[in-house]
């Protein structure tokens, strides 16, 4: 009985938080438009990007797809993300042709229809912060 209670309270902890990452996964499912962005070591922009990310069970997959588009590269781009820490943080890997590039956003907001995501551990020329808004 003793042994019980601690295995009862850790299986509660372990599916509550992947309980939250699967609910942040169905709520990013779908195309985000970039309304506002800052470039580590530029400033602000006003880039003309779209991400879409798919719909996966967490339980089946540990990571889901994703793709960037870049209308002023004409540049597709796609990768792996997951959500992390009780839907706290979204990780996104994408290989280029040298390797893979790995990304960590903390999710600051994600409502319906508005993300906003920021990362301290950027490189320079990358994004430190996104503001995306659901398309339709």
Known sequence: MKTLLPLLIVFTFVAAGCSKNQRKVK????????VEATIQGFGNADPDVIYEFEFCRLRTDDFC????????TDDVTTGVY??????TTLEMTVSNGFGFEYREYTIV???????VLESNNVPTGEFSR???RKVK
């Open 109 to 115: 907001k994600l409502s319906p229809w508005r993300m």
């Open 27 to 34: 709520r990013i499912d779908g195309k985000w438009n970039v």
């Open 82 to 87: 997951r959500i992390s820490n009780r839907g």
């Open 65 to 72: 797809d994703f793709s960037v588009h870049n209308f002023e």
């Open 130 to 132: 996104l503001v995306l």
